[in-house]
């Protein structure tokens, strides 16, 4: 069991707002690690904490096991960790294999003669892919004719194809009609089973669950509970995200009073 | 998975060869230069006729060469209004140097392209550092630069347009290079149009074929996905909007070489030429889509029809009713064109 990412009790305060506190969990390869919350719960802080983009104001983040300050996503990316972000980080009007080396593109020739090496990057991009399941006839198609679980898978094989150990997935699912949200999940378990850590980020318990091996749930910022999968069952997890009195006390609310139903006129 | 891969097999239908050339943004473009080509062409008879030839392809030349850089800077999501009046401006700094203050023209020819990318750099970090847009940022310097060519060179010269170039000492060394006149098969060929033609080749090979080119694409397609990659948009866009500019003080030059005067009012009423012929190119006016060629293309229609009109001896504001409908229907193609290619932003 090789640890590639955890934080130790972090927190972040912007100001005088503490947007979390005391969160602890780690990343471990070939594992899905669930972060589950509602909206406001932390989570987007938590990601921005695991990518470099902030630093925490308390607790510790370790890479493989080492305290270490990412201070900048580069700092992450180059520590291995990946964020494909909900907007996906793509340009839906280039095709495939551009999207795929954006940013890091393979390069030929000499001095001003040096040029894209599109022979090698689409065919690269095209395995790539392959790998995930996504079999493309036509790598040239611009990538905003894919559909949404396969724009996902791409931006998850470009992460692996650049040498990501960790990848962390920010509400990957969200945006997604259920048959394609099930096509993404399956995309996770695929890289979950190539040996990566992922992290995988959600308000969906049923989303979760079937894939995820840890399950750390926030609310109002703090943690109500970091279970291992034999922990915990599904029902267990939608009533502690939910809050179980929350929960009940809606269901009053919304329960028909007797003889509240409008009568039918002829 | 086997439900995935069928979806995808109904998708790949259309994407055969011919589907692929029906997708290239210079298409539309390059049917439509064909067709007036041959209707100018059967009606009338000078524009066949190796002086014709050599007119409209003088004339496409000094607006394919800003179409071109223009349209890089359109795909990289920016727009530069005043880089028409910056020929006139950059024509009239030479001029006014050697003729006025028998400044070396050669020192001159560089200081000119010196301010040009000084314009070009402020606009980009003005409209960058501020966020507004550059189409506002570029309107103003359009202002400023053709209020500053009439006034400055009226307060200097006393005239509004350059005289006695041809008396410059040095003038024959750049006339070589800018405003000579090659004889190709019996036709004469203005050097403008072989700038034209390296211009649109070395931006094809940009845009196509290095790095920098999928930088201005994704910079122009969705500038926050390009920053999360880590390309260095400011510094991309910086270069668009110096290029820009650059290629309009090679057109300055073009002019002020070819004809040998400059006027103070050279450029105006041509802020939006270059735009049209990118558009009609195939370039989108919301960036990210488009082709160097095909902005190339866009200026032969604009030259051909603008002296195709003159030939065919009709009224020339035809011109800009007939541009007018030419962009139009340009605007709507490449709304579809981005329809098919899924672009649901």
């Known amino acids: 069991m090789t640890e590639i990412l955890s ?52 607790g510790t983040v370790k890479v493989n096991g080492v305290t270490t300050i990412l201070s900048s996503p580069r700092d992450a990316l180059d520590a291995g960790i990946a964020t494909v972000y909900q907007d996906l980080a793509v340009v839906p009007l280039m095709p495939v294999w551009r999207n795929f080396f954006l940013g890091s593109e393979l ?54 194809y650049f040498g990501a150990k960790a990848i962390i997935l920010d509400e990957p699912t969200s945006a997604l009609g259920v048959k394609q949200a099930s096509v993404v999940l399956k995309y996770i378990a695929k890289a979950r089973d190539s040996g990566l850590g992922v992290v995988f980020i959600t308000h969906n318990p049923n989303h979760a669950y079937p894939v995820g091996d840890k399950f750390l749930l926030l609310k109002l910022g703090a943690s109500i509970g970091y279970f291992d999968k034999s922990e915990l069952t599904i029902e267990k997890m939608t009533k502690l995200m939910a809050g179980a009195d929350e929960m009940s006390t809606l269901a009053n609310e919304l329960e028909r009073k007797p003889g509240t139903r409008p009568s039918r006129k002829s | 998975m086997t439900t995935v891969s069928i979806q995808k097999d109904d998708r790949q239908i259309m994407s055969g060869r011919f589907a692929r050339i029906l997708r290239r943004p210079e298409v539309g473009a390059a049917v439509a230069a064909l067709l007036i080509f041959t209707y100018f062409s059967s009606t009338t008879t000078a524009f066949l006729s190796t002086a014709g030839v050599s007119t409209w392809l003088y004339s496409s030349s000094l607006f394919g060469v800003l179409a071109v850089a223009g349209a890089l800077l359109m795909i990289g999501g920016e727009f530069d209004l005043s880089v028409g009046a910056m020929t006139g401006a950059t024509g009239l700094i030479v001029g006014i140097m050697t003729t006025e203050y028998g400044i070396n023209i050669w020192l001159s020819i560089i200081l000119a392209l010196s301010f040009a990318l000084s314009i070009g750099a402020a606009n980009a970090y003005i409209s960058m550092k501020t966020g507004v847009p550059s189409f506002i940022v570029t309107l103003a310097a359009l202002f400023i630069l053709q209020g500053a060519n009439l006034a400055i060179t009226k307060l200097l010269t006393g005239t509004v347009s350059i005289q006695g170039m041809p008396d410059v000492t040095g003038y024959e060394s750049a006339k070589a290079i800018f405003g000579s006149t090659l004889n190709f098969g019996g036709m004469d060929i203005k050097i403008s149009i072989v700038w034209w033609l390296a211009v649109t080749v070395v931006a094809s090979w940009v845009l196509l074929r290095t790095r920098t080119g999928n930088w201005i694409f994704g910079v122009g397609g969705a500038f926050t996905s390009a920053r999360q990659v880590g390309i260095p948009v400011v510094k991309v866009r910086m270069g668009l909007f110096m290029a820009t500019s650059a290629a309009g003080w090679l057109v300055g030059m073009l002019q002020l070489f070819g004809v040998s005067t400059v006027q103070a009012t050279t450029g105006l009423g041509q802020e939006f030429s270059y735009v049209i012929c ?21 200026a032969l229609i604009y030259g051909m029809t603008l002296q195709g009109i003159v030939f065919a001896q009709w009224d020339n504001n035809w011109l800009k009713l007939f541009l007018g409908v030419l962009l139009l229907l340009a605007v709507l193609v490449n709304l579809y064109v981005r329809r098919r290619a899924g672009d649901r932003s």
Request: aromatic fraction near 4%; charge should be positive.
């Open chain 1, 107 to 160: 390069r030929k020739g000499f001095g001003i003669f040096k040029r894209l090496d599109a022979a090698s990057m689409r065919s690269i991009a095209k395995q790539q892919l392959g790998d995930m399941g996504i079999s493309l006839r036509d790598v040239e198609q611009p990538i905003g004719t894919l559909s949404g679980g396969e724009r996902q898978a791409v931006a998850i094989a470009r992460a692996v």
């Open chain 2, 278 to 298: 990118a558009v009609v190119g195939g370039c989108l006016l919301t960036g990210g889509y488009g082709s160097a060629i095909g902005a190339a293309v866009g």
């Open chain 1, 7 to 58: 934080v130790v009790n972090v927190g972040k305060s912007y100001g005088t707002v503490l947007a979390i506190r005391g969160i602890s969990a780690e990343v471990v390869a070939g594992e899905v690690l669930c972060i589950l919350g509602d909206n406001g719960a932390g989570k987007s802080t938590l990601i921005k904490i695991l990518s470099g983009v902030h630093v925490p104001s308390e």
